[in-house]
């Protein structure tokens, strides 16, 4: 079935790199995506990856696909305070014909420590 | 920039009312969406809506029900109010020009529920 997992929570020193780990099951998604949501705040994109890439980069985030193992990874450089969010991963998926879902995961939590 | 709004932060209401979330985007969206937010749950999608009166279920339907009569309006509705239906509820559009616009989702601030 569809499943999207992530860990719940991860804690960084400010300035260390942080990296976000998910695992997906659709093999079939065109298309794989970073959510951020800050405290109080509706989600937010951040980032994608269409799936024939294995990497892609945008100043300080890189997105990693293993295609084969189903796993994507988000690394942030240099993480500030103001990373501070709950990230999403989602997979799209065909539902109902031609419109597509996503799929999120559970979601985890990057705390920043000064 | 999009906006989409909705139109409480904060709500609370009595089991057995009835509910109605509004939600308005302003960029002329083909695709909207309503989804709840729970803790170690993520995001679950209720209903979306792919065209004006136009509406399909999604994973949790039960219970609610929604309508879009105009293009930049989508509402959701809580027939009769249950306290497993206190959540976050996020409100989100999309261009809907086909894969890759379909899932680039605009999210409102969320509404929560509370239902005593």
């Known amino acids: 079935g569809e499943d999207v997992e992530q860990s719940l929570f991860l804690s960084v020193r400010e300035g260390d790199s942080s990296v976000i780990n998910c695992t997906y099951t659709?093999?079939?998604?065109?298309?794989l995506y970073w959510y951020k949501q800050e405290p109080g705040a509706g989600l937010q994109l951040l980032t994608y990856?269409?799936?024939?890439?294995d990497m892609k980069q945008d100043q300080r985030l890189t997105v990693l696909l293993n295609k084969k193992d189903k796993h994507l990874s988000l690394r942030i450089a240099d993480t500030q305070t103001g990373d501070s969010a709950i990230y999403f991963c989602?997979?799209?998926?065909?539902?109902?014909?031609?419109?597509?879902?996503?799929?999120f995961g559970t979601g985890t939590l990057l705390a920043v420590q000064p | 920039d999009v906006k989409v709004t909705q139109s409480s932060r904060y709500l609370v209401k009595r089991t057995g009312e009835k509910v109605f979330l509004e939600c308005v985007q302003d960029m002329d969206h083909e695709n909207m969406f309503w989804y709840r937010q729970d803790p170690g749950l993520g995001l679950r999608l209720i209903y979306f809506?792919?065209?004006?009166?136009?509406?399909e279920k999604g994973d949790i339907p039960e219970g609610y029900s929604v309508s879009r009569e105009k293009k930049e309006r989508f509402s959701l509705i809580l027939e009769s109010a249950s306290t497993n239906q206190t959540s976050m509820y996020l409100c989100a559009s999309s261009l809907g020009l086909g894969p890759g616009t379909n899932e680039k989702l605009f999210f409102g601030s969320g509404t929560q529920l509370s239902v005593l």
């Open positions: 990856i269409f799936s024939n890439m």
């Open positions: 989602a997979e799209s998926n065909k539902y109902g014909g031609a419109t597509n879902k996503l799929i």
């Open positions: 809506s792919y065209d004006v009166k136009m509406k």
């Open positions: 659709d093999s079939s998604s065109t298309y």
